[in-house]
């Protein structure tokens, strides 16, 4: 049996190394350990590339990272792990067996860890009714072959009640194996709301979704913040040897540095679609005539737009406005090609500042920047700025206050301009440092 462990993870940085470091046993059996991160902004992500076979980004929320992480894997079972969860040192040793009994999909009893002495009293209600039901919680570590998990659809795109959901269709196809060893899970939320409201709130929310209530509402009744979106502009230069990442022609030559243009152009498009914050739209220098252009939006329907004429302030505000013409209460992000760090949870993050300012800025360590993000028009920003200067972001920040707009600063980056910054880069990811997927390979052999 070749089992693999998904964990989705948001914003775990303080408990996650343990977690993750508990798993070594079965990583030594053979079992494969795949990390879903949805965007933290807490040193998430950099703790678990040291602990994982695999770290992926995916849109937050369970059930999309979830369903990214079985995507990838070939594995013969899948095992859904909370990252609050805890397995036994000999779990996929206990799976196999009811396997070969004949289930396809099974779960563990809970324990659950916490300060209140009627938690273990939770806990056995939660197993006594998932055996008398046939129902599985996430909190039980549910396990399914992959191929019953990918023959129902996997997860529904649902903010809540996932886990009910996909056992409800599993159960129609037979019964879970329901195996009495514990997981241990944390009793944090208990802890943290209060023991009765949260067991009143869980006992509410049960009763709605029997009763048919949309899983969008019982999200909102729970306290989920609903995932902020916003549409993307992309500024593109079309990869032309000789006109193109030109301070790189002389480490990489003509050619080479329009390879590197394309690579940073491809990579940026993929970063925007995993975010999934709203429409992506790429737009082209000089026109969107070029091939590479052409073949993204046949290929790949990428919607494709060309940049006017003028400086890059123009160029920007020109996207913000035909953007707001068309989606006046839609926040939009607006981005280069050249900072290759960038990540799905940068953007998430972006998104999620648009909920609570009129602007959002990812610093470039040059002085300018890699990122803004508007809630509403200000052109204001794209006007008596000196482009291309140590001056960008500072000008920026006071074009911003003089209009009397809010904005919030997200860490800096750094943009690959010069050959030293295209050696950095080269070493970034040839120690594995950065896990974003590279959707170009190696730009040297980008044909």
Same mark, same amino acid.
């Given at each position: 049996?070749?089992?693999?462990?998904?964990?989705?993870?948001?914003?775990?940085?303080?408990?996650?190394?343990?977690?993750?470091?508990?798993?070594?046993?079965?990583?030594?059996?053979?079992?494969?350990?795949?990390?879903?991160?949805?965007?933290?902004?807490?040193?998430?992500?950099?703790?678990?590339?040291?602990?994982?076979?695999?770290?992926?980004?995916?849109?937050?929320?369970?059930?999309?990272?979830?369903?990214?992480?079985?995507?990838?894997?070939?594995?013969?079972?899948? $095992?859904?792990?909370?990252?609050?969860?805890?397995?036994?040192?000999?779990?996929?040793?206990?799976?196999?067996?009811?396997?070969?009994?004949?289930?396809?999909?099974?779960?563990?009893?809970?324990?659950?860890?916490?300060?209140?002495?009627?938690?273990?009293?939770?806990?056995?209600?939660?197993?006594?009714?998932?055996?008398? +039901?046939?129902?599985?919680?996430?909190?039980?570590?549910?396990?399914?072959?992959?191929?019953?998990?990918?023959?129902?659809?996997?997860?529904?795109?649902?903010?809540?009640?996932?886990?009910?959901?996909?056992?409800?269709?599993?159960?129609?196809?037979?019964?879970?194996?329901?195996?009495?060893?514990?997981? +241990?899970?944390?009793?944090?939320?208990?802890?943290?709301?209060?023991?009765?409201?949260?067991?009143?709130?869980?006992?509410?929310?049960?009763?709605?979704?029997?009763?048919?209530?949309?899983?969008?509402?019982?999200?909102?009744?729970?306290?989920?913040?609903?995932?902020?979106?916003?549409?993307?502009?992309?500024?593109?230069?079309?990869?032309?040897?000789?006109?193109?990442?030109?301070?790189?022609?002389?480490?990489?030559?003509?050619?080479?540095?329009?390879?590197?243009?394309?690579?940073?152009?491809?990579?940026?498009?993929?970063?925007?679609?995993?975010?999934?914050?709203?429409?992506?739209?790429?737009?082209?220098?000089?026109?969107?005539?070029?091939?590479?252009?052409?073949?993204?939006?046949?290929?790949?329907?990428?919607? +494709?737009?060309?940049?006017?004429?003028?400086?890059?302030?123009?160029?920007?505000?020109?996207?913000?406005?035909?953007?707001?013409?068309?989606?006046?209460?839609?926040? $939009?992000?607006?981005?280069?090609?050249?900072?290759?760090?960038?990540?799905?949870?940068?953007?998430?993050?972006?998104?999620?500042?648009?909920?609570?300012?009129?602007?959002?800025?990812?610093?470039?360590?040059?002085?300018?920047?890699?990122?803004?993000?508007?809630?509403?028009?200000?052109?204001?920003?794209?006007?008596?700025?000196?482009?291309?200067?140590?001056?960008?972001?500072?000008?920026?920040?006071?074009?911003?206050?003089?209009?009397?707009?809010?904005?919030?600063?997200?860490?800096?980056?750094?943009?690959?301009?010069?050959?030293?910054?295209?050696?950095?880069?080269?070493?970034?990811?040839?120690?594995?440092?950065?896990?974003?997927?590279?959707?170009?390979?190696?730009?040297?052999?980008?044909?």
């Amino acid at each position: 049996m070749k089992l693999a462990i998904v964990v989705p993870v948001l914003n775990e940085a303080t408990t996650l190394a343990a977690r993750l470091q508990a798993l070594a046993p079965l990583r030594a059996r053979g079992a494969e350990l795949l990390v879903v991160d949805g965007g933290s902004s807490d040193g998430t992500e950099a703790i678990a590339q040291h602990l994982a076979d695999r770290v992926l980004q995916a849109p937050r929320g369970r059930a999309s990272q979830l369903n990214a992480g079985a995507a990838v894997t070939r594995a013969d079972v899948l $095992l859904f792990l909370h990252a609050d969860t805890q397995l036994p040192a000999d779990a996929d040793q206990l799976i196999e067996p009811a396997l070969q009994h004949g289930h396809r999909w099974g779960r563990f009893d809970v324990h659950i860890e916490g300060r209140h002495p009627l938690l273990p009293l939770v806990a056995w209600f939660m197993n006594r009714r998932s055996r008398l +039901t046939g129902i599985a919680t996430g909190d039980q570590a549910m396990f399914v072959q992959r191929r019953l998990f990918e023959s129902v659809g996997g997860f529904a795109a649902l903010p809540l009640m996932e886990d009910i959901d996909l056992s409800q269709r599993l159960k129609a196809i037979e019964a879970p194996a329901c195996l009495r060893e514990c997981v +241990t899970t944390s009793g944090r939320r208990w802890d943290q709301r209060g023991f009765w409201r949260t067991v009143l709130l869980m006992w509410r929310l049960r009763a709605a979704h029997a009763l048919g209530t949309d899983a969008h509402t019982l999200a909102l009744r729970y306290g989920y913040r609903p995932r902020a979106l916003a549409s993307v502009a992309i500024m593109a230069k079309a990869p032309v040897a000789g006109l193109a990442k030109t301070r790189l022609i002389p480490l990489l030559g003509a050619a080479g540095a329009a390879r590197a243009q394309r690579g940073f152009a491809l990579r940026t498009l993929a970063t925007a679609r995993s975010a999934s914050t709203g429409e992506v739209t790429l737009w082209c220098a000089p026109d969107a005539a070029h091939r590479f252009f052409r073949a993204l939006a046949v290929r790949r329907g990428v919607a +494709t737009m060309a940049q006017p004429a003028g400086d890059i302030g123009q160029r920007m505000a020109a996207a913000m406005q035909h953007h707001f013409a068309r989606a006046p209460h839609t926040p $939009l992000l607006i981005a280069g090609t050249d900072c290759p760090v960038l990540t799905p949870s940068h953007l998430q993050q972006a998104a999620d500042a648009l909920q609570d300012h009129d602007a959002v800025l990812i610093p470039a360590e040059d002085g300018g920047y890699v990122l803004i993000g508007l809630r509403r028009p200000v052109p204001e920003v794209f006007t008596e700025v000196p482009w291309s200067t140590a001056q960008v972001l500072g000008r920026t920040r006071e074009r911003l206050r003089g209009c009397g707009a809010s904005w919030q600063e997200l860490p800096s980056l750094w943009d690959v301009d010069e050959p030293a910054d295209w050696l950095r880069w080269q070493a970034q990811r040839e120690h594995g440092s950065h896990g974003t997927p590279w959707a170009a390979g190696n730009p040297r052999a980008v044909p």
